[in-house]
């Protein structure tokens, strides 16, 4: 199992674009989620989705889009990127959520972001 | 509104001697409380968790946690600590769907 990856590891971004940042994990968990890791800030939640179709809210969602159309891929969607979206960004999964002895999140490696 | 303190920004220890992390937290119901470690470069590991139970709580690479719900506090102790344990450590809380983390706790071994 590749566990959860994420593409692409960096990227630079000038102010206004469009970009996607890829999630894909392998281990048939309902349960993903954006978090973005800002220094001495730790990680904040932006997205999170139940399963396929079922997306909400985090603490920090402005800015930031997502949909889930299959149970292995959630994409994160920056449609007018700003500087204040520079930041290190991890996607997570888990069988299906965060409650419960049973449920441990992976984390992916990240995403290293820079908007110009 | 669910939130995490860590106290400390940076610990140095030196290698063989004991380490607690402390973690306080603000929450309404009981929470779920976690630590996660995470290594230059690296994403998040799982240490250990609490949902019910016994308040102390064993992880891996022998940390232990203790859920003190009187002073709202969850706190990660080793009792020897090896060079390979300087990282990051982040206190978390949550529910069945959102997690929050605290600042974090840059840990240093020195030899």
């Known amino acids: 199992n590749a566990g959860v990856t994420q593409t692409p590891k960096f990227q630079v971004l000038k102010t206004g674009q469009s970009m996607t940042l890829q999630c894909a994990q392998d281990?048939?968990?309902?349960?993903m989620s954006w978090y973005r890791q800002d220094p001495g800030m730790g990680l904040r939640l932006i997205h999170y989705s139940v399963g396929a179709g079922i997306t909400d809210q985090g603490e920090v969602p402005n800015g930031y889009n997502v949909s889930r159309s299959t149970t292995e891929d959630f994409p994160l969607r920056l449609l007018s990127a700003a500087p204040s979206q520079t930041s290190v960004y991890f996607c997570?999964?888990?069988?299906?959520?965060?409650?419960?002895?049973?449920?441990?999140?992976?984390f992916g490696p990240g995403t290293r972001l820079t908007v110009l | 509104a669910q939130s995490v303190t860590q106290p400390d920004i940076h610990i140095t220890v030196s290698e063989g001697a004991s380490l607690e992390l402390r973690c306080n937290y603000s929450y309404g119901a009981t929470p779920y409380l976690f630590w996660y470690v995470q290594s230059p470069g690296q994403g998040l590991q799982l240490l250990l968790k609490?949902?019910?139970?016994?308040?102390l709580v064993q992880g891996i690479k022998g940390f232990e946690a203790e859920f003190k719900r009187s002073q709202s506090s969850f706190n990660l102790r080793k009792p020897s600590v090896h060079w390979s344990d300087a990282a990051e450590y982040f206190c978390a809380v949550g529910d069945d769907y959102k997690l929050s983390f605290g600042a974090g706790t840059t840990v240093t071994v020195r030899a």
């Open positions: 609490y949902f019910s139970g016994d308040t």
């Open positions: 281990m048939n968990h309902e349960y």
């Open positions: 997570a999964s888990s069988q299906d959520g965060t409650g419960g002895s049973y449920n441990e999140q992976f």
